[in-house]
C-alpha cells in the first residue's frame, strides 16, 4: 500500500532487496519465495508446500493487518473502503500471528520461525526475531517512513515504547516475515537479529547478523563491500595495538566475524538509567572521559576514529568496560575534537535524552570540561557534514521527502478532522454565519470545515485590527452571529473581547472539547 511515488522509489533503489538480504539462504534446499500475498488462506499454503521437497522452506512476507500505525481511531471521513478490502488488498483478510501460525500448522507447516523486519517488509533497516525482541529503547534508532495513506493517520514512533513495554510488539509490529519449514525437525534459520545497510552506496552495504551460535556476522552486499570489510578489520587491529578496547573480529567465508555480545551499548544503557530514575550525570561524565582517552590514543596514528561513539560501544556494567565496535571509518589529518563533538552529540540524537529537560545543562557542563564550548557547532557542523556525505549519502533523500510531505498532508487532514464537532455545535445552536478571530493553521483548517458544510465566514479577524471597537464594527456590518477564537491562547482574548462586545464569542477549544494544561 504504498504511494505512487514511494512506489517508483522502492522499486528503483536498493531498498527491494532489503528484507531478504540478510536470510542465509541455503545450498540445496529449496525455497518457496511469497511477499505481499491476497490470500494466505489453508488451501494457498497448501499449494505453496506442495511446490517443495521433504526439506524446503516457504519465505513468506507480508503486512501485519493489526500494524500499530493504523490505531488511529475513526476512518478519515471521506472513505468508506471496508476494512477487508483496505487491510487484506481483496476480499480475504490478511491474517494476525496467531492466526497464520494456526493456518501454516493445518497446511504441513510445523516449524516456523517468525521475524520482524523494521520499519515493514518496503524499507528494511532492522529485522528482529521471537529469539530477539527490542528492548523499550527501539526509538533509539528506529527510523520510520510516513506514507500518504488514508488509513494511516499518525506517526507510531512515540507509541512503540508503551507497546514494546506492554509486550505487545509482536501484534502490533509493521510486517510478518516467516520461515516455515515442512520439516519441523529441520534447524530454522540462525539469525535472531539482522541490521540492514542495503539503502547506502554499494561498497557500504552490509547486513550484520545476530546468531544463535553465539557469533555476529558482518557480510558485505555488494564485491564493493570486500575493501570496506578489510579495512574495518585493519582499522580493529591497528585500535587493539594502541590500547584501545575493540572486539576481536576475523574474517571467514567472506564475512567479518566476531562474538556475540549480549550488552546494551552505552547509548542504551543510558537511555535506561533515564528510564528507571537511577540515572548518574557522574558516571557519564567518567565514562566520557574514557571514550576521550580512547579517541586521543586513535589519534596518535594521524587519524581521526569518529565512530568511537556511545552507540557503536558496548558497555559491561558487572566488569565496567567499555568494548568499541564497528570501526570501519576514520578521516585523515582531523582534529580528534571532531569525533569527540560526535560522541557529545549522542545526547542530541537521543530520544530518551531529548525528553529530559537536563539535557542542555549537561551538554554544556561537557563541552566546557572538554575545552570545545565555542568552537563545538562549527565542529558539529563538520562531523555531521562529513558523516551524512560519506556513510549515508543521498539514497534515503526521496525517503524522507516523501516522509516529510506525506506528514504535513496528514497533520491537515487530522486537524480538519477534528474540528468537524464545531459544526454540529453550530448546528444545534442554529447559527449559519460566523466570523473567526486568528487564521494560522487551526484558523484555516476551520474555515475549510465551515466552507465544506455550508457555515458562512463573515470575517476573518486578527489582532491587526487597530482596536476592539473596529472588530465591533466590522462584526455589525456583517451580521455575524457568533465569533470563533481559533488561536491556542485563545481564553485571554476572549476574555478581553467579552468587555466590549455583545456577540457570542468561544474558543475553538471550547466547541471541540480541546483539553488545555
Not at 179 to 189: G, N, Q, S, T, Y
Not at 299 to 305: D, H, I, L, N, Q
Amino acid at each position: 500500500m504504498l504511494s505512487s511515488t514511494l512506489r517508483q522509489y522502492y522499486e528503483n533503489s536498493p531498498w527491494k532487496d532489503s528484507v531478504f538480504c540478510w536470510y542465509p539462504f541455503e545450498n540445496g534446499v529449496t525455497y518457496e519465495i511469497v511477499t505481499d500475498p491476497k490470500d494466505l488462506s489453508v488451501e494457498a499454503l497448501v499449494m505453496y508446500k506442495q511446490k517443495l521437497d521433504l526439506h524446503g522452506r516457504l519465505l513468506l512476507v507480508y503486512e501485519n493487518p493489526f500494524a500499530l500505525r493504523y490505531w488511529a481511531g475513526k476512518r478519515a471521513t471521506n472513505t468508506g473502503v471496508p476494512y477487508d478490502t483496505l487491510f487484506g488488498r481483496g476480499d480475504k483478510p490478511l491474517p494476525s500471528k496467531a492466526e497464520l501460525q494456526t493456518r501454516l500448522k493445518l497446511a504441513g507447516f510445523e516449524g516456523q520461525k517468525w521475524f520482524y523486519p523494521l520499519t515493514d517488509q518496503y524499507f528494511t533497516r532492522e529485522v528482529y526475531s521471537e529469539n530477539y525482541l527490542p528492548d523499550e529503547f527501539l526509538n533509539q534508532r528506529f527510523v520510520p517512513y510516513v506514507r500518504d495513506d488514508i488509513s494511516l493517520q499518525f506517526d507510531e514512533r512515540p507509541l512503540y515504547r508503551e507497546v514494546i513495554r506492554g509486550g505487545a510488539f509482536e501484534f502490533m509490529c509493521g510486517a510478518y516475515f516467516v520461515e516455515a519449514r515442512v520439516c519441523k525437525d529441520d534447524e530454522p534459520c540462525a539469525v535472531d537479529y539482522a541490521a540492514v545497510t542495503v539503502y547506502r552506496e554499494p561498497a557500504k552495504r552490509f547486513a550484520t547478523t545476530v546468531r544463535g551460535d553465539g557469533t555476529v556476522h558482518k557480510t558485505p552486499l555488494h564485491p564493493d563491500g570486500k575493501a570496506s570489510m578489510l579495512r574495518t578489520l585493519c582499522n580493529h587491529d591497528e585500535l587493539m595495538g594502541l590500547g584501545v578496547n575493540v572486539i576481536k573480529m576475523k574474517i571467514e567465508n567472506g564475512s567479518l566475524i566476531m562474538p556475540r555480545l549480549n550488552l546494551p551499548t552505552l547509548w542504551d544503557y543510558w537511555a535506561k538509567k533515564l528510564s528507571d530514575g537511577t540515572f548518574d550525570f557522574q558516571e557519564m561524565i567518567a565514562q566520557f572521559d574514557r571514550i576521550q582517552e580512547a579517541i586521543t590514543k586513535a589519534a596518535e596514528t594521524g587519524k581521526c576514529f569518529w565512530e568511537l561513539v556511545p552507540a557503536n560501544c558496548f558497555y559491561d556494567e558487572r566488569n565496567d568496560e567499555m568494548i568499541f565496535i564497528d570501526q570501519e571509518y576514520y578521516w585523515e589529518d582531523v582534529s580528534p575534537e571532531v569525533a569527540l563533538t560526535r560522541a557529545l552529540l549522542s545526547l542530541v540524537y537521543s530520544p530518551a535524552f531529548s525528553a529530559d529537560v537536563r539535557r542542555d545543562t549537561w551538554l554544556e557542563i561537557l563541552k566546557k570540561r572538554y575545552g570545545i564550548s565555542d568552537r563545538f557547532n562549527l565542529l558539529s557542523h563538520q562531523a555531521s557534514f562529513q558523516t551524512y556525505t560519506e556513510v549515508f549519502g543521498n539514497e534515503t533523500l526521496p525517503l524522507e521527502l516523501e516522509t516529510e510531505q506525506s506528514m504535513k498532508r496528514i497533520e491537515r487532514v487530522r486537524r480538519y478532522n477534528r474540528f468537524l464537532p464545531v459544526i454540529t455545535k453550530l448546528d444545534d445552536m442554529g447559527i449559519k454565519r460566523s466570523a473567526i478571530y486568528g487564521f494560522g493553521k487551526r484558523g484555516m483548517a476551520l474555515k475549510q470545515v465551515f466552507d465544506d458544510n455550508g457555515i458562512v465566514v463573515t470575517n476573518i479577524l486578527d489582532k491587526n485590527l487597530n482596536n476592539i471597537e473596529d472588530i465591533g464594527k466590522n462584526l455589525a456590518l456583517s451580521n455575524s452571529e457568533i465569533l470563533i477564537v481559533s488561536l491556542l491562547e485563545g481564553e485571554a482574548i476572549k476574555k478581553d473581547l467579552l468587555e466590549e462586545l455583545t456577540i457570542p464569542i468561544y474558543t475553538l477549544g471550547e466547541l471541540i472539547g480541546e483539553q488545555t494544561k
